[in-house]
């Protein structure tokens, strides 16, 4: 007995393109012919569909399909189980992802809202990327301080943004001013600016030790969006970024020494 395209298409759910693609890239051509030259599948062309639909549905490429099914006995197992830790891993993601998105709920629920004028005059040319966020709590969510620093900026006021952008601000026009003019990373002025940094975190955010300043400071130079949060792309220049982390580690050098940072007083 066998079956049309047209009959197949129909209880097995997919489309005759999608049969006529099969058959063209061998991955399932019909065993058999009509007279007037048709596509008829048997029995057996209907189980290897089966197997087909199966791995499809577990995400399985094509190319990959066709290679379980060309030696299934060698190929099958090894290949489910390596899906099965794909598909665990993806799980933990999404399950992560939904706790950003109650964060992101969180955040809206406290009432701090602004209009784009607002948001431009608090934040500026400052990038918030979405994606580095949720990469961000993909990677350190798990961490006390990523999620007190979470919780702070949500209930951070309008105003309490102001104050700290403006900081923020004024310090970066410092570094931009010390690398402009090629100041040494482990200099005193910039060491300085790296302390400024790190008790700034510590100020808004989450209590920044030099370790963790160290940990930061490595997401500024390897991703440009986590760099954009300290130094909007239109102020960026080759090696800034590099310069920073520099001084960073310089400074946590400093104070694993027993340094005191030189700052004004009130920042201490």
């Avoid at 058959?23 to 209907?46: H, N, T, V, W």
Wanted: hydrophobic share 40%; with cysteine; charged share 25%.
């Amino acid at each position: 007995m066998s079956w049309s395209v047209g009959q197949v298409s129909g209880f097995a759910g997919v489309t005759v393109r999608t049969l006529h693609y099969y058959d063209r890239s061998g991955l399932l051509s019909p065993s058999e012919r009509s007279q007037a030259g048709y596509r008829r599948y048997s029995s057996a062309d209907l189980a290897r569909l089966q197997q087909i639909l199966f791995y499809r549905e577990l995400g399985f490429p094509l190319d990959e399909i066709a290679t379980i099914l060309a030696d299934p006995q060698a190929n099958a197992l090894d290949h489910l189980r390596a899906r099965r830790e794909a598909l665990a891993e993806q799980i933990t993601r999404l399950q992560k992802l939904v706790e950003v998105a109650e964060r992101a709920i969180e955040v809206q629920r406290t009432g701090v809202e602004l209009t784009p004028d607002e948001r431009f005059e608090v934040f500026g040319d400052v990038v918030f990327d979405l994606s580095y966020a949720t990469d961000a709590h993909l990677k350190w969510g798990g961490h006390e301080g990523h999620q007190e620093a979470l919780a702070r900026a949500a209930g951070h006021s309008k105003e309490d943004w102001r104050r700290l952008m403006a900081e923020a601000a004024a310090w970066r026009g410092q570094l931009l001013a010390a690398f402009a003019e090629g100041a040494a990373t482990d200099s005193e002025r910039v060491l300085d600016l790296a302390e400024e940094h790190r008790q700034h975190i510590s100020r808004w955010f989450t209590p920044c030790p030099p370790e963790m300043h160290c940990r930061i400071a490595d997401d500024y130079e390897a991703d440009a969006r986590a760099f954009a949060l300290v130094v909007p792309p239109v102020d960026q220049q080759p090696g800034l970024a590099s310069f920073l982390r520099a001084a960073i580690g310089a400074n946590a050098r400093r104070l694993s020494e027993g340094g005191a940072p030189n700052l004004p007083e009130g920042e201490q």
